[in-house]
């Protein structure tokens, strides 16, 4: 039996829309009007909640705060031209909330309740879902352990909290990278594949470094050999070899991103060989090199497809073909794009409609 939630809704007096300039949306500075909240106490998720997007009252022994406990997930609105509004794939990013809940000790959300939560948000907050070209509104749900305890030990109580960003394009063009072979973002056995926040911060000193160096981003190798190649910044990334789509694959130490199922699923679609293997930067070189690489790019929620136009490595950088020849990844993005505004037929049944 599906359980039904019951959600209170506060209305904002006062709307912020009107000063949002849609046609220059700066990616996660821009909040719509409201926000979802619930807290877990005694084991069970309660109080929830959608009321005026405000800051948070906590306390500065926050558990989260001191030792981490805090996961999150990244998902996109869309609206079609009539106006309708599809989610790309909430379930897929439900279960992945529920997989970073458990490898940090952390209550599991339900599925209807997430899916009531973010439907019942977008649809107050309607209005603030973009639909212009490459535009969104992004959803972010984020939980986090509230107990006010000096003591490391898996919190109590929990709070979990959805709001939403209408957002333009992530990156205005391709991207360089760099090749990171001394700092690892995650290691076999650590938390890598979590959405958690602690994976974002060991993760900037070494991007950081490398923006001074002229790149956008770092692409991360294991942390043992640092010889084969794992994910970069927050996507996932794929080759496109001769005419063969190559990605490392979703174990333990990257994040099992859900543009990089569907991109692997639209390639097996138009019969293009897919290889999830492990990949060298010896062999990516040599293929740059040989010219039998053709396409480098990054895959996740924010840019959807984040083209790579240089790799950096070992004090080299490498030019990669011009992004007007990358045949794959540009129907991809084009594909992923009708689709989500209903301009094709959603074969795989991956937008969730909002009534
Ligand atoms: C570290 C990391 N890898 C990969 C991805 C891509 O995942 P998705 O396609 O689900 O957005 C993201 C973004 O969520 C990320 O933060």
């Given at each position: 039996?599906t359980?039904?939630?019951?959600i209170?809704?506060?209305?904002?007096?006062?709307?912020?829309?009107?000063?949002?300039?849609?046609?220059?949306?700066?990616?996660?500075?821009?909040?719509?009007?409201h926000?979802?909240?619930?807290?877990?106490?005694?084991g069970?998720?309660?109080?929830?909640k959608?009321?005026?997007?405000?800051?948070l009252q906590?306390?500065?022994?926050?558990?989260?705060?001191?030792?981490?406990?805090?996961?999150?997930e990244?998902?996109?609105a869309?609206?079609?031209?009539?106006?309708?509004?599809?989610?790309?794939r909430?379930?897929?990013n439900?279960?992945?909330?529920?997989?970073?809940?458990?490898?940090?000790c952390?209550?599991?959300?339900?599925?209807?309740?997430?899916l009531?939560?973010?439907?019942?948000?977008?649809?107050t907050?309607?209005a603030?879902?973009?639909?212009?070209?490459?535009?969104?509104?992004y959803?972010r749900?984020v939980?986090?352990a509230?107990?006010?305890?000096?003591?490391v030990?898996?919190?109590e109580s929990?709070?979990?909290?959805?709001f939403?960003?209408?957002?333009?394009?992530?990156?205005?063009?391709?991207?360089?990278?760099k090749?990171?072979?001394?700092y690892?973002?995650?290691?076999?056995?650590g938390?890598g594949?979590?959405k958690?926040?602690?994976?974002y911060?060991?993760a900037?000193y070494?991007?950081?470094?490398a923006?001074?160096?002229?790149?956008?981003?770092?692409?991360?190798?294991?942390?043992?050999?640092?010889?084969?190649?794992?994910?970069s910044?927050?996507?996932?990334?794929m080759?496109v070899?001769?005419?063969?789509?190559?990605?490392?694959?979703?174990?333990?130490?990257?994040?099992k991103g859900?543009?990089?199922?569907s991109?692997?699923?639209?390639?097996?679609d138009?019969?293009?060989?897919?290889?999830?293997?492990?990949?060298?930067?010896?062999?990516?070189?040599?293929?740059?090199?040989?010219k039998?690489?053709?396409?480098?790019f990054g895959?996740?929620?924010?840019?959807?497809?984040?083209?790579?136009?240089?790799?950096?490595?070992?004090?080299?950088?490498?030019v990669?073909?011009p992004?007007?020849?990358r045949t794959?990844?540009n129907?991809?993005?084009?594909?992923?794009?009708?689709l989500?505004?209903?301009?094709?037929e959603?074969?795989h049944?991956?937008?969730?409609?909002?009534?």
């Open positions: 039996m359980e039904v939630y019951d209170t809704i506060e209305k904002s007096k006062t709307s912020k829309l009107s000063s949002v300039d849609f046609s220059d949306l700066p990616f996660g500075r821009i909040f719509s009007d926000m979802f909240t619930a807290d877990y106490v005694n069970q998720w309660t109080d929830l959608i009321v005026p997007f405000a800051d906590i306390s500065p022994a926050l558990s989260a705060l001191h030792y981490g406990q805090a996961i999150f990244g998902l996109k869309f609206k079609n031209s009539d106006n309708e509004i599809n989610i790309f909430p379930s897929a439900l279960a992945r909330l529920n997989t970073s809940a458990e490898r940090m952390m209550p599991e959300m339900p599925e209807e309740l997430f009531e939560a973010i439907s019942q948000l977008v649809a907050d309607v603030w879902v973009p639909n212009t070209p490459d535009s969104a509104l959803i749900p939980m986090f509230t107990d006010a305890y000096v003591g030990h898996p919190s929990y709070k979990f909290v959805v939403t960003c209408p957002v333009g394009p992530y990156f205005s063009g391709a991207i360089k990278v090749v990171e072979t001394t690892s973002r995650s290691f076999e056995g938390i594949f979590a958690a926040a602690a994976n911060g060991a900037m070494a991007t950081r470094k923006q001074e160096e002229g790149f956008n981003q770092v692409i991360w190798t294991d942390a043992k050999e640092h010889k084969f190649i794992e994910e910044g927050t996507t996932n990334v080759f070899i001769n005419d063969i789509l190559i990605t490392p694959p979703a174990k333990d130490t990257i994040l859900i543009t990089r199922d991109v692997i699923t639209l390639a097996k138009w019969n293009m060989k897919v290889e999830e293997r492990k990949i060298s930067i010896d062999e990516i070189i040599e293929a740059i090199e040989n039998s690489l053709t396409e480098v895959v996740g929620t924010a840019a959807t497809v984040a083209h790579i136009s240089e790799i950096g490595y070992k004090g080299k950088n490498y990669l073909p992004v007007s020849e794959f990844s129907k991809a993005l084009q594909t992923l794009n009708d989500r505004i209903g301009k094709i959603d074969t049944h991956w937008n969730f409609s909002v009534k």
